[in-house]
């Protein structure tokens, strides 16, 4: 397939570093060296399911398509308000669309595992146009009274029209399973029968582990997928990394011994988000022009599961 759309929305409240500083024992000081981070959006009166039928308005607007052209719709979605119906359903129901659609909840790694899930619908020979929007609010997920994950995290949706083509080169997913090293549990209505012990408790994270996780799944993806689609490292126009964390950006940079204008970034004012982080990055990339035709670009993504993902991408 290939992109011939993209859209992002993002939360209006901006906090900064400071404004934590109110009821965290924390500061720029402290965040920004850690992280990368001085900013992020976060939901305060929005609805998140607005936020993704903005970003896929935006982009259906760029490709020229209309919601009935639409065959398939795919939805990253970890959290939200809502338990069912799935959050596909939700936006697709603002939006008046009608095809089918499903939710995957693949956190941060989300975009890419639904690359891979439609070039294969397409290659099926099941569709022609697909929809992938990435709808997060992992600031929902986090306690506010702890500094160390908190801080890192921000809201918004990316969206990404594809149609027929042959621009999506390669596509590498890997999984890690480990529920101890990112991990949120909430509790479920109550029954009469149920004698387990069940509690809600926010997002936990080891961070140490997940940092070199995320530093080797990248670096080991991306030059195993360069390596199988036949390109190199000097055929890369732009890697697309996950903004997760500005000090695994660069950890990632020195292994694969890249020089860092190749690799656009924006954590400073996002912060975290999921798997909506890749594709708001490409849509302002592309809305500032960086692209041209033929450009080659890497994704990579690694959250929880554990789980990774990587994809090359002609623009």
Known sequence: M??????????RKLVTNDMLTGFLDTSDEWILPRTGIKSRHVISDENLEDLG?????????MSGLDVKDIDLFIVSNVVSEYITPGMSCIVAEKLGMSCPM??????????????????????????????????????RMASWKDRATCVLFGDG????????????????????????????????????????????????MKGREVFRFAVEACTTGVEG????????????DWYMIHQANQRII?????????PASKFPVNITDHGNSSSASCPILLDECNRKGMFKKGDLLVFSAFGAGLLSGAAVVEW
């Open 102 to 139: 499903f939710d995957i909840n693949c956190a941060c790694p989300g975009f890419i595992y639904a690359l891979d899930m439609a070039e294969t619908y397409y290659k099926a020979g099941k569709v022609k146009n697909v929809v992938i929007a990435c709808i997060e609010e992992p600031s």
């Open 2 to 11: 290939r992109i011939i759309g993209t859209g992002s929305a993002i939360p």
């Open 157 to 204: 949706a990316g969206a990404v029209v594809l149609t027929e083509g042959d621009n999506i080169k390669g596509t590498r997913l890997h999984a890690e399973p480990d529920s101890e090293k990112i991990w949120m549990t909430r509790t479920l209505v109550d029954t009469p029968y149920v004698t387990k012990k069940e509690e809600s408790v926010p997002m936990q």
């Open 53 to 61: 039928a903005e970003a896929v308005r935006k982009a259906l607007d």
């Open 250 to 258: 660069d950890s990632i940079i020195d292994l694969l011994k890249e």
């Open 225 to 236: 997928l360069l390596k199988e689609t036949g390109y190199t490292k000097e055929d890369v």
